[in-house]
């Protein structure tokens, strides 16, 4: 088993300094996940934080504060790991094609591909509203936006169920495709923590 690590998640939605404010779930969705699924290599942050959250505003900001904030992971050693939660929208056919345009602002920012290959990628198709309508119904299609989520409380349930079915190994069929890549994502982060 590996040491511990802190886990840091880029996402969209409100940024802290007041500007480019929009109303976005993903925050509530991605605490309440890793507070759920909470692994024993999982090291929390100060305070009660599982997790250190910085939400970018919208996607144009998650690819841009990517470099900067893998450089900060890395040089705090193999105990901080990235995630990076974004929308995979209508200008993205799937997850690697957006994964593509982070590797090539990161390639800007003279990060190596060894260094990219350690971030955590989970992008959502549509949005994250498609996963949250997925696990509450049962179905969902991802060839158009979900459901906006109006109370937090929806993506909340939806976050703790979706950490039952990843606690239990479970595979689910009707999967979202998007929602399959992301999890074959965390699963090679769990295998590497296990395996360090």
């Known amino acids: 088993m590996a040491s511990r690590t802190q886990v840091v998640c880029l996402c969209e939605g409100e940024k802290g ?4 404010k929009r109303t976005s779930i993903d925050p509530v969705f991605i605490n ?3 507070r759920a699924l909470c692994p024993n290599w999982l090291r929390p942050w100060n305070g009660s ?3 250190r959250l910085a939400p970018c505003g ?4 998650v690819i841009a504060a990517m470099p900067r904030e893998l450089n900060l992971c890395l040089n705090a050693g193999g105990d901080t790991t990235l995630m990076v939660w974004a929308d995979c929208d209508h200008d993205c056919a799937h997850g690697n094609a957006l994964r593509e345009l982070f590797w090539q602002e990161a390639q800007k920012q003279a990060i190596t591909k060894q260094q990219f290959d350690r971030v955590v990628f989970i992008f ?3 949005r994250l509203e498609n996963w949250i309508q997925f696990l509450s119904t049962g179905q969902t299609d991802e060839a158009s936006e979900g459901p906006r989520v109006k109370h937090e409380r929806a993506a909340s349930d939806a976050a703790k169920k979706l950490a039952e079915l990843c606690r239990a190994g479970r595979t689910v069929e009707n999967m979202p495709a ?3 890549w992301s999890c074959e994502n965390w699963r090679a982060l769990v295998d590497r923590m296990r395996s360090a």
């Open 124 to 126: 959502a198709k549509d």
């Open 49 to 51: 934080n599982v997790v």
């Open 58 to 61: 919208n996607r144009k900001g």
């Open 17 to 20: 300094d007041g500007s480019a």
């Open 32 to 34: 309440r996940l890793m």
């Open 178 to 180: 998007s929602l399959r």
